[in-house]
């Protein structure tokens, strides 16, 4: 079946720790992003590409990083991670970089940083 | 600046009774609106969108919202719902120039027996 995989789908990590959360793709989707939720706030941009090779900051980038090396990854790292990054991490991807493409979701990755 | 306001963060409801979800936006140009779902434990799925043209859209499951440009505004509405219709419901913006989505915080819609 087409989609979005997540990996982990959980963890809980130690603060001061890096971490990358893995996103794969197999609709070949030019565009993918990557959200935090958190209750009360809805989803939040952090990082996002518009196509392989490139990358941009979203709503809330800092402590996050992002590479696109191809069409289907797009793995999201956490250099030292500290407890406010405690949250539920959507990947998603759209066919093109336009505001009226349709997103579709991964299953999310809930992190836990103590 | 875009932003996205769902006023309710919790909706309970009766089975078979019928529901409004709330969604208001402020933009200074033109919009591209929609309306996501999640169930437990799953990411977001879109359940309708409005891009142009008619200001009434609808979903397959029996979900409308209509786009009201005077009041900037665009209600999740159904009729009667169903105990499966128990999710998360987001309201989301773009515009027509950019790419940016903003989503609004959620309302958690609970559908009682």
């Known amino acids: 079946i087409a989609g979005i995989t997540q990996a982990p789908t959980s963890q809980i990590l130690a603060a001061g720790r890096r971490m990358t959360l893995r996103c794969t793709q197999d609709?070949?989707?030019?565009?993918m992003y990557w959200y935090r939720q958190d209750l009360g706030l809805g989803l939040r941009l952090i990082h996002y590409s518009n196509t392989a090779g490139t990358t941009g900051k979203g709503e809330v980038p800092d402590g996050y990083s992002v590479s696109r090396a191809n069409t289907d990854d797009f793995p999201l790292t956490l250099a030292s991670a500290v407890p406010s990054q405690t949250s539920v991490y959507f990947c998603a991807s759209s066919e093109g970089l336009a505001g009226a493409d349709e997103q579709f979701f991964g299953p999310g990755t809930r992190l836990t940083v103590l | 600046a875009q932003s996205v306001t769902q006023l309710d963060s919790q909706v309970p409801v009766f089975e078979e009774a019928p529901v409004e979800l709330r969604c208001n936006y402020s933009s200074s140009v033109s919009v591209y609106l929609f309306w996501y779902v999640q169930y437990p434990n799953q990411g977001l799925q879109l359940l309708l969108k409005?891009?142009?043209?008619?200001?009434l859209v609808e979903s397959i499951n029996g979900f409308e919202a209509e786009f009201n440009k005077s009041q900037t505004s665009f209600h999740l509405r159904k009729p009667s719902v169903h105990i499966s219709d128990t999710a998360e419901y987001f309201c989301a913006v773009s515009d027509t120039g950019g790419f940016k989505t903003i989503f609004g915080a959620g309302t958690r819609l609970f559908v009682k027996a």
């Open positions: 409005y891009l142009s043209g008619s200001t």
């Open positions: 609709m070949r989707h030019n565009a």
